[in-house]
């Protein structure tokens, strides 16, 4: 059975940080591109960041220089450094397992920056 969990989400300030986790249990987690997405009331959901099997990353530009995406193997956990956050980065964050044509998806973790 697969699992991800995430965890880390909370109200900040902006300007403050948050660092997310997602534990991922049921697969091979080196196997999979790794993912964090985003979803805001009333918006769809967007990727944030992501990154592949050997490291390399990609971010949605609205958070490019801020958030920081990364992976421990060992620990088979993703996760996601948000620095000076801001109002608009408010929304429920969500990890992805991918690996065409799958994708498992964790339970989500609320972020929420007050201004």
């Known amino acids: 059975q697969v699992q991800l969990v995430e965890s880390g989400g909370g109200l900040v300030q902006a300007g403050g940080s948050l660092r997310l986790s997602c534990a991922a249990s049921g697969i091979i987690f080196s196997n999979f591109f790794m993912g964090w997405y985003r979803q805001a009331p009333g918006k769809q959901r967007e990727l944030v960041a992501r990154i592949t099997r050997g490291g390399n990353t990609n971010y949605v530009e609205s958070v490019k220089g801020r958030f920081t995406i990364s992976r421990d193997n060992a620990k088979n956990t993703v996760y996601l450094q948000m620095n000076s956050l801001i109002p608009e980065d408010t929304a429920a964050y969500f990890c992805?397992?991918?690996?065409?044509?799958?994708?498992?998806w964790g339970q989500g973790t609320q972020v929420t920056v007050s201004s």
């Open positions: 992805a397992a991918e690996r065409a044509p799958l994708t498992y």
